[in-house]
């Protein structure tokens, strides 16, 4: 009995026959390289058509080799640069990651800063979030200078999260998060700083409190820019985990812009694997993947 022709528009989500062709592949890591400074080895190349499936369902195209062809050959690309880069980039992020971090700021690298700026009255302390994802890391800052304000009264907090995406940049803004992602607040600040749906749906959501959303704020930053459109008296900046996706010529660039955002004695933590990207430069390490400005 002869087998039903499938047509050519009828692919399921994981149709084997669907790929890019290594030079399509070539042409949208170098792409992307240029761009964001994120590096796309082969290896990545079934990672990279996964998600590019799904910018082809949106545009209502027959497959890789039609997205392809948009993107280079009848001038789509201007449009889709946003969506490929929000589909290639990795936005990993969790509450609370990598804690020592946190628990450094608030014992001795806040009370530092204050020291240094004993004759103000109430400093405004400065944050910056260069990688910011979601919100999660802006919001685990938020709710440690929060409570830290609480007990000292003696300062005062504000904090910038940045990103290349502006679809993370608007879950930012809006602040809610399934409840499994905040499993690692610490309970006595989920009670102050969650809010809970009273109406839970089928996936339970919390949303940031408006007490702690005033205080932060989000913007759209490619890090491969030659400039920075933000304050140079920045007191702590985070950039976590970022750094190992860049070539190496880009890690040193990108630091030594961001190093230019602080003021002296101001701070700069990468991710525990990215410690010796800092060593490239000129600052002083206290403590791993934890330089200071001189």
Same mark, same amino acid.
């Given at each position: ?9 009828? /692919?399921?989500?994981? $149709?084997? #026959? ?10 949208i890591a170098d792409l992307i390289g240029e761009e964001v400074g994120i ?8 990672? $990279? &058509? ?23 050959? %009848? #001038? ?8 490929? @880069? ?16 946190? #628990? ?15 004759? &103000? ?16 890391? *802006? ?16 300062? =005062?907090? *504000? ?14 803004? =809006? *602040? ?29 959501? $919390? ?36 750094? @190992? ?5 880009? !890690?040193?660039?990108? @630091?030594? /812009?961001?190093?230019?955002?602080? %003021? ?20 002083? !390490?206290?403590?791993?993947? $934890?330089? !200071?400005?001189?």
């Amino acid at each position: 009995m002869p087998q039903p022709i499938r047509k050519l528009d009828q /692919r399921s989500d994981g $149709v084997d #026959d669907d790929h890019l062709s290594l030079r399509d592949f070539q042409r949208i890591a170098d792409l992307i390289g240029e761009e964001v400074g994120i590096k796309l080895p082969p290896a990545k190349r079934l990672m $990279v &058509e996964g998600r590019l499936r799904k910018r082809v369902r949106a545009l209502g195209l027959r497959g890789l080799d039609a997205y392809s062809v948009h993107l280079f050959q %009848r #001038d789509g690309l201007a449009a889709e640069l946003p969506h490929l @880069i929000d589909a290639v980039t990795t936005n990993k992020t969790d509450f609370f990651r990598e804690p020592e971090h946190f #628990d450094l700021l608030e014992h001795r690298l806040v009370p530092a800063l204050l020291d240094l700026r004993r004759g &103000e009255r109430q400093p405004l302390l400065k944050i910056w979030s260069a990688a910011s994802s979601t919100g999660a890391e *802006a919001y685990t800052l938020a709710m440690v200078l929060a409570d830290l304000a609480a007990q000292r009264h003696d300062f =005062r907090f *504000a904090i910038l999260g940045t990103d290349i995406s502006n679809t993370v940049l608007r879950q930012g803004v =809006r *602040a809610v998060y399934p409840t499994e992602l905040v499993a690692p607040v610490p309970p006595a600040k989920q009670q102050r700083y969650l809010m809970h749906a009273r109406r839970p749906g089928t996936r339970p959501e $919390v949303r940031i409190v408006p007490e702690l959303r005033r205080l932060v704020r989000f913007a759209h930053l490619n890090l491969m820019d030659a400039a920075y459109p933000f304050d140079r008296d920045v007191d702590v900046i985070f950039l976590r985990n970022v750094l @190992i996706y860049f070539e190496k010529a880009d !890690q040193e660039r990108v @630091i030594r /812009r961001l190093i230019d955002h602080l %003021r002296p004695g101001g701070y700069l933590i990468l991710g525990h694997s990215e410690s010796m990207i800092g060593t490239a430069v000129a600052m002083r !390490q206290i403590a791993p993947s $934890v330089f !200071q400005k001189t």
